[in-house]
């Protein structure tokens, strides 16, 4: 079954809206990460998150991980044409090998 | 600096054929993984290799073997194709376990 959950799965914004995507684990995790997908692209490495509670921000993006360590968001402030792809979160379970992959939310931005 | 590539980068294959996706990265990252991608299941895991000549299994690695006789190459080959096995296949790379990943472009794989 699914590890890692991640709503919603589908996303339109007007540009200059926010946009927020949220990963929820049933366990803790030891890490997550966030990766970008565009359309007919590869997955691509945004941010890892470590500590309880941190909170690391790149430019209009802030990603949280939450106190627990078992939920996570990406916030996208004023969203441009170019933030439209899949976000993924994925999950480093505690003492577990590999990465869980959400199933991504697909944002579209219109113009 | 090429990064981290794959060939090819798309194939149509029949039922019942082998079939060898290439993974090639010029990073000497110890760690690289196999990943396929379908709608509405994200990216699962197939295979990884903590290091050349160390495999271990993924999430789905029935009807997949790797090998890793090298570092800079993780090769997939399914042994024999089935229709199921239709999807994006992704090799990716890392430093180490638990550290980001990057990912090739992929392969876009069709059994017929």
């Known amino acids: 079954g699914q590890q890692v959950m991640q709503i919603p799965q589908y996303q339109h914004v007007q540009e200059g809206e926010d946009f927020t995507t949220y990963c929820n684990s049933s366990t803790t995790l030891s890490n997550i990460q966030w990766y970008k997908q565009r359309p007919g692209g590869h997955p691509v490495f945004l941010i890892q998150?470590?500590?309880?509670?941190e909170v690391k921000k790149q430019k209009r993006l802030t990603f949280q991980f939450g106190e627990a360590k078992k939920n996570s968001s990406l916030h996208i402030t004023a969203t441009q044409t170019t933030d439209v792809g899949t976000y993924f979160c994925?999950?480093?379970?505690?003492?577990?090998?590999?990465?869980?992959f959400g199933t991504g939310t697909r944002l579209t931005v219109i113009p | 600096d090429a990064g981290i590539t794959q060939s090819p980068r798309y194939k149509i294959t029949e039922t019942g054929r082998q079939v060898t996706l290439m993974c090639h990265q010029t990073w000497s990252h110890s760690y690289m993984f196999w990943y396929r991608q379908d709608l509405g299941h994200g990216l699962r895991l197939i295979y990884y290799?903590?290091?050349?000549?160390?495999?271990d299994k993924g999430e789905v690695p029935d009807g997949y073997v790797v090998s890793r006789s090298k570092t800079e190459n993780f090769p997939l080959t399914l042994e024999s194709a089935t229709r199921s096995q239709t999807s994006v296949y992704f090799c990716a790379s890392s430093k180490g376990q638990g550290v980001g990943q990057y990912f090739g472009p992929g392969t876009r794989l069709t059994v017929t």
């Open positions: 994925a999950g480093l379970k505690t003492g577990a090998n590999n990465l869980f």
């Open positions: 998150l470590v500590k309880s509670g």
């Open positions: 290799s903590a290091a050349a000549d160390i495999t």
